[in-house]
């Protein structure tokens, strides 16, 4: 069981937003930055938000990250094929002293 | 550009030991931390903990005490996972990670992560 929880699955057609959640506590999210992660099929993750809203240099701006109290969210805005992999939240956590991820979300798109 | 490349996959009988390296380049090795993460079959990301290049000085996530150890050669800018007493539970994806300030900040890049397999 994760300490971040996500949602297990999302979907959507081309050109369309989709939102994924993550959620947490005081401890992590609360009072922590969080960090998403993309995870192609057979592939490494990779960096694609940092700090609750920035994106790192090559990722496209149709992904964009927000938090607000204990939670936060990933959006990707004109979805396309490419997309579909499975998406990771993070963040560190004051209370286990260590980083957290959450269950991650399988994207896929109809 | 800044990589991290590691060792090929290993098939490990249960009780063995298994060293995994990450050789770094086209950065400074000891200006970041570096992390480890495992990923069992079909599952999530879970951090095992960092080392700290400067002082090589490792912290150890709870649940990857005593049979985990994490190492570092400055020299060849590589780090190292070894895990003794392989069990069958150990088989997983092993990814080293960078991150700029300890453990507390983002992951990137990721090596492109080695695949453990204990059976016997």
């Known amino acids: 069981q994760s300490v971040l929880t996500q949602p297990p699955s999302a979907s959507g057609t081309p050109g369309q937003r989709v939102t994924i959640s993550c959620s947490g506590s005081?401890?992590?999210?609360?009072?922590?930055?969080v960090y998403w992660y993309q995870q192609l099929p057979g592939t490494a993750p990779k960096l694609l938000i940092y700090?609750?809203?920035q994106r790192p240099s090559g990722v496209p701006d149709r992904f964009s990250g927000s938090k607000s109290g204990t939670s936060a969210s990933l959006a990707i805005s004109g979805l396309r094929s490419e997309d579909e992999a499975d998406y990771y939240c993070a963040a560190w956590d004051d209370s286990l002293s260590g980083q957290v991820f959450g269950g991650g979300t399988k994207l896929t798109v109809l | 550009q800044v990589q991290l490349v590691q060792s090929g996959s290993e098939l490990k009988k249960p009780g063995a030991s298994v060293k995994v390296s990450c050789k770094a380049s086209?950065?400074?090795?000891?200006?970041?931390?570096m992390n480890w993460v495992r990923q069992a079959p079909g599952q999530g990301l879970e951090w095992m903990g960092w080392i700290n290049t400067n002082t090589g000085n490792p912290t150890y996530a709870q649940g990857f005490t005593g049979r985990f150890v994490f190492s570092l050669d400055t020299s060849v800018s590589t780090a190292y996972l070894q895990i003794s007493s392989l069990k069958a539970e150990d088989t997983a994806v092993y990814y080293c990670?960078?991150?700029?300030?300890?453990?507390?900040?983002?992951?990137?890049?990721w090596g492109q992560g080695t695949l453990v397999t204990v059976s016997s």
């Open positions: 700090s609750n809203n």
């Open positions: 990670a960078r991150s700029p300030v300890g453990a507390t900040g983002w992951f990137d890049p």
């Open positions: 086209g950065y400074t090795f000891t200006s970041y931390a």
């Open positions: 005081s401890s992590n999210i609360g009072s922590n930055y």
